[in-house]
């Protein structure tokens, strides 16, 4: 992967990919290099939420999963601290998966419009 001039390039294998982008916006996009032909590809970044995390209530170490409402892991990381933290997410549905080590899992959804939201673990 090189970037020069706010392009990316790369040299992929023939077959399907998910692209995600993040950073100053965010994109998703499902493609196939068999049907893009040898033109570059454009992507248009989109405004991205800010999820708060909370895991100030924790006990102990916690496994979040958050899977988008097509089943993609956006993120799955054991959470060790007691803080909120920002997580930058393009809106929509998610799933949360909150489980303690040791312990019994619990799944939620989440809408994050927009504007943001908070989810506490």
């Known amino acids: ?15 399907r990919y998910r692209l995600r982008l993040t950073g100053a916006g965010g994109a998703v996009l499902d493609m196939d290099t068999r049907t893009c032909g040898d033109g570059p590809l454009t992507v ?5 939420a800010n999820l708060q995390v909370d895991s100030t209530s924790l ?12 089943g993609s892991t956006v ?4 959470v060790t601290w007691k803080s909120r933290w920002d997580r930058k997410l393009l809106p929509g549905t998610y799933r949360a998966t909150i489980q303690p080590l040791g312990g019994a899992a619990r799944t939620l959804s989440i809408d ?3 504007d943001g939201a908070t989810l506490g673990m």
């Open 112 to 114: 994050v419009p927009p």
């Open 1 to 15: 992967l090189w970037i020069r001039d706010g392009k990316a390039a790369l040299r992929l294998a023939e077959g």
């Open 59 to 70: 006990d102990g170490p916690t496994r979040l999963v958050l899977e988008t409402a097509d």
């Open 44 to 48: 248009s970044l989109q405004p991205e």
């Open 75 to 78: 993120l799955d990381r054991w």
